[in-house]
C-alpha cells in the first residue's frame, strides 16, 4: 500500500468509508520508516504501541462509538514535546534515558482526538538550529536531496512528512524552526499565533517565544491540526482563551478583496536571486486570484535577528539551568558539587547549546544587562509596531520564507552566523508573537522554496484562506522527492 503522500483528509475519509483500516494506515507508515528512513533518520525512535492503538480505533468505529476528527491518523511528534513513558531527550546527551511522566497538553488533545502517536523525531538539540545538525544523535536528511540539510530546529518533523513517513507531524518554534524547515522540505508549516496553543510538555528554549506548530502536505490538514490542539490550558498562563476557531472545512478558497503587504526590506540583498524570482511569482499569482498587492515598509526589520539572538540566549541560558544531572537525565560525577555541575553540562550538552548558554548568560550579567537585553526588549517593541502599522493597512503579510534553499549538510555548521542569517525572514514574527504559515510555491535546482504568509494576532484563519487558494491554483504541494 503506498501511503506516501495521503493527506490528513485522504486518509481520514478511506477510513470513514471502509476502504482503509488504522491498522493497516498505521503498519503501512511504520513499515515504509522501517525501509527509508536509515537514508534521512528523521525519527529517534516509533512507537510500540502505535499498531494496538490503531486496532483498538478500528473496534471502535465498527462499533459506532464516536471518534475524534484524527482518528486512526499517524502522527510524528518533535523530541522537545513529553509523550508519557517515551524517552525524551531533546535531542541531548544530558537527557539520554529521560523518560516523560506525562503528557505535554497538544499530545493529549491529540490522543483525544484519535491520532496514532508513531513516534519521536530527531531534532537540533533543545531546538537550537537552523539545519537539524546539532542533534547528539546524528543529523537528518533532505529527502528532495540527502546531500542537503531539511532546514531546523524541527528537521526531523519536516522531513518526515516529505519524505511520506507520516502524514502530519507536530515540531517547536522560537525563531523560525517550523517555517524555515518546511519551506527547504517542500510542504505546509505553520507557526500559531502565541498563546494560542500550550506549552505545558514543551521543553522550554525561550519561554516568550516557543510555540508548538504543525507540519502537513496541505493548509486544510494544518488547520485540522491547529484545532485538533488549540485552546486555553490552565497548566499553561500564557495559553489564551479563544473567542473562536478554525473549522478546516470552512476555509474559503478565495483572496478577492484582500490586501496583502509585501515588505520592501525581505527582498535585501544576500538573498538568492532566483528564490526571490519564484516567492514573487507566487505573490502575482495572488494577484490575479483576485487580491491587492502593496508594498510596505517593516523599518526595524533589520534589527531582527541582532535582538533575536540576544533575547533567545538570555532566555534559554535560564531555561536550561535546570539541567544539573542530579535531578534526571545524565551524571557524570565530581569531587564536590560545583565541580560535577561542570563535568555534567560541559559532557552533555553540545557545541551549540553551550554557546548560547554563555552567550546568554553574558548579556545577563551585571553591566551587560542594559547595554544588550533591556536594549533587545526595546528593539523588539519597534518590531511589534512594525507589524501593528502594517496591518492597518494589510489583511497579511506575504514574503520569502528562507533567503535561500537547503545547503549543504557541513557547509555552514562551522559558521554560525552564517547559519543564524538562515532565519532572516522568520525571527520577526517570533519576537511579535504574530502567526505565519509556509507553503511550497516552487523549486530552485531542484530544492523547495517557500511563500511565507504572516498574520494579525489569532487570525490564523486569515493566513488558511490565502495558503489555501494559493494551493487551490497551484500544485507545488503536491510535489514529492519520491
Given at each position: 500500500m ?41 525519527f ?23 471518534l ?5 491518523i499517524?502522527?510524528?511528534?518533535k ?11 531533546g ?8 523518560r516523560?511522566p ?9 490522543r ?129 482563551e479563544l ?5 478546516p ?13 509585501v ?15 519564484v ?13 491587492k ?11 531582527a535577528?541582532a535582538?533575536?539572538y540576544?533575547?533567545?540566549p ?14 534526571y ?9 560545583q ?22 548568560s ?8 542594559d547595554?544588550?537585553?533591556r ?6 517593541t519597534l ?35 552564517a547559519?543564524?542569517?538562515a ?8 519576537l511579535?508573537?504574530?502567526?505565519g504559515?509556509?507553503?511550497p ?10 511563500l ?15 495558503g489555501?487558494t494559493?494551493?487551490?491554483r ?9
Amino acid at each position: 500500500m503506498d501511503v506516501s503522500t495521503l493527506t490528513i483528509k485522504e486518509a481520514g475519509d478511506q477510513l470513514a468509508s471502509g476502504e482503509l483500516t488504522a491498522e493497516a494506515l498505521t503498519k503501512s507508515y511504520l513499515d515504509r520508516i522501517k525501509e527509508q528512513d536509515s537514508d534521512i533518520h528523521a525519527f529517534l525512535s516509533v512507537s510500540d504501541t502505535a499498531v494496538s492503538e490503531a486496532i483498538e480505533i478500528d473496534r471502535r468505529r465498527a462499533a459506532g462509538e464516536s471518534l475524534g476528527p484524527l482518528a486512526g491518523i499517524p502522527v510524528g511528534t518533535k523530541d522537545v514535546i513529553v509523550v508519557k513513558g517515551w524517552e525524551t531527550t531533546g535531542g541531548s546527551q544530558i537527557l539520554e534515558g529521560y523518560r516523560a511522566p506525562y503528557d505535554a497538553t497538544a499530545i493529549e488533545r491529540l490522543r483525544k482526538a484519535g491520532a496514532i502517536l508513531i513516534g519521536r523525531t530527531n531534532c537540533d538539540e533543545f531546538a537550537m538550529g537552523s539545519s537539524n545538525e546539532n542533534s547528539h544523535y546524528g543529523p537528518v536528511k533532505n529527502p528532495y536531496d540527502k546531500t542537503k540539510v531539511p532546514g531546523g530546529s524541527s528537521g526531523g518533523s519536516a522531513a518526515a512528512v516529505a519524505a511520506g513517513f507520516v502524514p502530519a507531524a507536530l515540531g517547536s518554534e522560537t525563531g523560525g524552526s517550523v517555517r524555515q524547515p518546511a519551506s527547504l522540505c517542500g510542504i505546509v508549516g505553520l507557526k500559531p499565533t502565541y498563546g494560542r496553543v500550550s506549552r505545558y510538555g514543551l521543553m522550554a528554549l525561550s519561554s516568550s517565544m516557543d510555540q508548538i506548530g504543525s507540519f502537513a502536505r496541505t493548509v486544510e490538514d494544518v488547520a485540522t491540526l491547529l484545532e485538533a490542539i488549540e485552546g486555553r490550558d490552565p497548566k499553561d498562563g500564557t495559553s489564551a482563551e479563544l473567542s473562536n476557531t478554525t473549522v478546516p472545512a470552512l476555509i474559503e478558497k478565495s483572496v478577492d478583496g484582500m490586501t496583502l503587504g509585501v515588505p520592501k526590506e525581505y527582498f535585501a540583498s544576500g538573498m538568492d536571486s532566483r528564490v526571490a524570482t519564484v516567492v514573487q511569482e507566487a505573490i502575482a499569482e495572488l494577484e490575479r486570484a483576485g487580491a491587492k498587492i502593496q508594498e510596505i515598509s517593516m523599518p526595524h526589520s533589520e534589527y531582527a535577528l541582532a535582538a533575536y539572538y540576544i533575547i533567545q540566549p538570555a532566555e534559554a541560558s535560564s531555561n536550561l539551568g535546570r539541567f544539573d544531572g542530579l535531578r534526571y537525565g545524565y551524571h557524570s560525577g565530581g569531587e564536590n558539587l560545583q565541580e560535577t555541575y561542570e563535568r555534567t553540562r560541559g559532557e552533555g550538552f553540545g557545541t551549540e547549546v553551550k554557546r548560547r548558554i554563555m552567550l546568554g548568560s553574558y548579556t545577563l550579567s551585571a553591566g551587560y544587562y542594559d547595554a544588550y537585553y533591556r536594549k533587545a526588549l526595546k528593539v523588539r517593541t519597534l518590531i511589534k509596531r512594525d507589524f501593528d502599522e502594517a496591518f492597518k493597512n494589510v489583511d497579511a503579510i506575504v514574503c520569502p520564507t528562507s533567503p535561500t534553499v537547503a545547503w549543504n549538510i557541513g557547509e555552514k555548521f562551522n559558521d554560525p552566523l552564517a547559519m543564524y542569517l538562515a532565519d532572516i525572514y522568520t525571527v520577526t514574527a517570533n519576537l511579535a508573537t504574530v502567526p505565519g504559515m509556509s507553503v511550497p510555491c516552487g523549486f530552485v535546482d531542484g530544492l523547495p522554496v517557500g511563500l511565507q504568509i504572516l498574520g494579525k494576532p489569532f487570525d490564523e484563519y486569515t493566513l488558511f484562506r490565502i495558503g489555501a487558494t494559493y494551493q487551490n491554483r497551484t500544485n507545488w504541494h503536491k510535489q514529492t522527492p519520491n
